[in-house]
């Protein structure tokens, strides 16, 4: 009996919190968590990220809300491709359409972002092509602010959906002590 008990306690130590894996070591979270995007999709993402950051310090506003809206659409893509899957049919793949029209059919929870970002692709479109004023420094600032909320729910959507405990079998717990 108390080789069990040993044998349990063994168990429990050894298994201690995951080290998180976006964040630093002091941002470890007490449950398990593991990595469900493939590799593609973790790339866009870290593309995502390095748009973002290069958004926030660029000079004109047309640049920052250019970069940041194709921020966001690296992070789209990113879904598209940890959920996407081939069109069924040779006539459905004909027609081009955008990550933003796709994104809602993948991941419907997601749709609001998408019309969001999609009514802003002509801006950004002016923004590229460097038509003065196509976005001001509100805009840019707002488009920043949004796709960083964007990317960070994309990623716990994506990398780290929590693994829940599983429940204890009753030979895994530890009897009380009565002596």
Do not use: C, K
């Not at 493939?38 to 310090?57: G, T």
């Not at 047309?62 to 992070?75: F, I, S």
């Not at 994309?154 to 405990?165: G, I, S």
């Amino acid at each position: 009996m108390a080789s069990h008990h040993a044998a349990a306690a063994r168990r429990r130590r050894a298994t201690g919190p995951a080290p998180s894996l976006t964040g630093p070591a002091s941002d470890v979270h007490p449950v398990l968590r593991r990595a469900t995007a493939p590799p593609a999709a973790l790339d866009l993402l870290a593309q995502a990220h390095a748009a973002l950051d290069e958004a926030a310090v660029l000079d004109t506003p047309n640049e920052r809300y250019a970069t940041a809206h194709l921020a966001a659409l690296r992070t789209a893509a990113a879904v598209l491709a940890a959920r996407g899957r081939p069109e069924p049919t040779a006539r459905r793949r004909a027609r081009i359409r955008s990550a933003w029209e796709v994104l809602p059919e993948i991941a419907p929870e997601l749709t609001e972002w998408s019309a969001l970002f999609a009514s802003g692709a002509s801006r950004r479109a002016r923004a590229e092509a460097g038509i003065q004023g196509a976005a001001g420094t509100r805009d840019a600032d707002d488009l920043i602010r949004d796709v960083a909320m964007f990317l960070r729910l994309v990623e716990r959507m994506l990398v780290l959906q929590p693994v829940l405990p599983q429940p204890r079998r009753e030979e895994d717990r530890e009897m009380p002590d009565a002596g």
